[in-house]
Nanobody
Framework: QVQLVESGGGVVQAGGSLRLSCAAS????????MGWYRQAPGKERELVGT???????????DLVESVKGRFTISKDSAKNTAYLQMNGLKPEDTAVYYC????????????????WGQGTQVTVSS
């Protein structure tokens, strides 16, 4: 089993910054991709962005249009950790932010787990 633990959420004024962390632990034999999602009250969970952790496209970051230029995603492969740096925060960024990872869980079999963290609250006040 793989566990993801997010941290770094909080309350910030509009225009401020926060950095979220997502640490993966457990039966990890490689991570393919890590992503950040968010869910605002009364809305469906939506993708924020992803980062390729391994393979030929390692390091590639894709962000949704609404956060481009304000958010960035990075990783520390040695720590199985991904980060979401959020700058220029807006009230509409208020949501619970979730980390997701596709993790290889066997050294010999093509077995993967789609893991989710418990979420961390980000509140942006106007």
């Amino acid at each position: 089993q793989v566990q993801l633990v997010e941290s770094g959420g909080g309350v910030v004024q509009a225009g401020g910054s926060l950095r979220l962390s997502c640490a993966a632990s457990g039966s990890i034999f490689g991570i393919n991709v890590m992503g950040w999602y968010r869910q605002a009250p009364g809305k469906e969970r939506e993708l924020v962005g992803t980062i390729i952790v391994s393979g030929s496209a390692e390091g590639r970051v894709d962000l949704v249009e609404s956060v481009k230029g304000r958010f960035t995603i990075s990783k520390d492969s040695a720590k199985n950790t991904a980060y979401l740096q959020m700058n220029g925060l807006k009230p509409e960024d208020t949501a619970v932010y979730y980390c997701n990872a596709v993790v290889r869980t066997s050294p010999t079999l093509n077995r993967h787990q789609n893991a989710w963290g418990q979420g961390t609250q980000v509140t942006v006040s106007s």
